[in-house]
Nanobody, 126 residues
Framework: QVQLVESGGGLVQAGGSLRLSCAASGPRSIYTMGWFRQAPGKEREFVATITRRGGSTDYSDSVKGRFTISRDNAKNTVYLQMNSLKPGDTAVYYC????????????????????WGQGTQVTVSS
């Protein structure tokens, strides 16, 4: 069974950077992956997604130009490089997988994904 484990969260000052990692374990396959975040009292929101071979990415408007999603399929790991962080980026960040061998380029809804990690906290201080 596929398991997703996020790491790399922490406390950073506004304007700083963090890189989140999502390591997949279990039966090795390559899936469309996404990053979401959830702040206290808010719904889980889409951040970014990447196709199976990394040929296409998509971002929410709120992070476009600041965040970059990438993947290393040899390491079974997906990354989220976050630059120019703002206090509004504070949230628990989750990685997610669509367990399908079909490639998807625009999976933006939580229900589009069927495997989730446990989340990692990102806190941006002003």
């Amino acid at each position: 069974q596929v398991q997703l484990v996020e790491s790399g969260g922490g406390l950073v000052q506004a304007g700083g950077s963090l890189r989140l990692s999502c390591a997949a374990s279990g039966p090795r396959s390559i899936y469309t992956m996404g990053w979401f975040r959830q702040a206290p009292g808010k719904e889980r929101e889409f951040v970014a997604t990447i196709t199976r071979r990394g040929g296409s990415t998509d971002y929410s408007d709120s992070v476009k130009g600041r965040f970059t999603i990438s993947r290393d399929n040899a390491k079974n790991t997906v990354y989220l490089q976050m630059n120019s962080l703002k206090p509004g980026d504070t949230a628990v960040y989750y990685c997610a997988a669509r367990l399908s061998l079909t490639d998807y380029s625009t999976l933006r809804r939580p229900n589009d994904y069927n495997k989730w990690g446990q989340g990692t906290q990102v806190t941006v201080s002003s």
